[in-house]
């Protein structure tokens, strides 16, 4: 249980979005209302998408479609690519979710990217020349140039979101 609420709680703090709006808390602003429930639309599907519970995985896509007007960062894409995976995945479909991600600069997305030319996942064949491009591109993002979260975390991150949970946790017990 702990690596499980150890992963959901990185994922929630790792998917704050960043907006233009620098009203201050309980202001009230109508700008202010729309990122919190933003906000709420992305910790939600995420909290969803994470039980592993294929029923909320439509009220998740729900959300998400919803959080996609508003985002900048490529969370959205990167989580619907996650559902999609958690579904069965749609190979053409995930990929192209998942450069649009890593086009706007979702580590996740880049190393999960890496990780599909790399092993090969989701696809037949690996591809090492685009395993390496996508492990530079990670290097060159803010994040990893901060530190957090290196490309191995990011890459320990991904391997938790698409592994299965197991019936304990998807019920939420210990």
């Known amino acids: 249980m702990g690596k499980w609420m150890l992963l959901t709680l990185s994922l ?6 960043s907006h233009s709006c620098d009203d201050e808390p309980l ?7 729309e990122r919190l429930l933003h906000q709420n639309d992305m910790l939600q599907a995420k909290l969803l998408i994470a039980s592993g519970d294929l029923e909320n995985y439509e009220l998740a896509r729900a959300l998400l479609n919803r959080a996609a007007a508003d985002d900048t960062s490529g969370e959205v894409p990167f989580y619907q690519a996650v559902l999609l995976i958690r579904e069965g995945p749609q190979v053409d479909e995930v990929l192209q979710l998942l450069e649009t991600a890593a086009g706007r600069g979702h580590p996740h997305a880049t190393a999960l990217l890496y990780k599909v030319y790399a092993e090969p996942y989701l696809i037949s064949e690996a591809d090492p020349i685009r395993a390496q491009s996508y492990r530079a591109a990670y290097a060159e993002l803010d994040v990893a140039k901060s530190g957090y979260p290196s490309f191995e975390q990011a890459l320990r991150v991904v391997d938790g979101l698409l592994a299965a949970p197991t019936a304990a946790q998807a019920v939420g017990t210990p």
């Open 12 to 17: 929630l703090l790792a998917g704050c979005a």
């Open 27 to 33: 202001s009230g602003t109508p700008c202010r209302d």
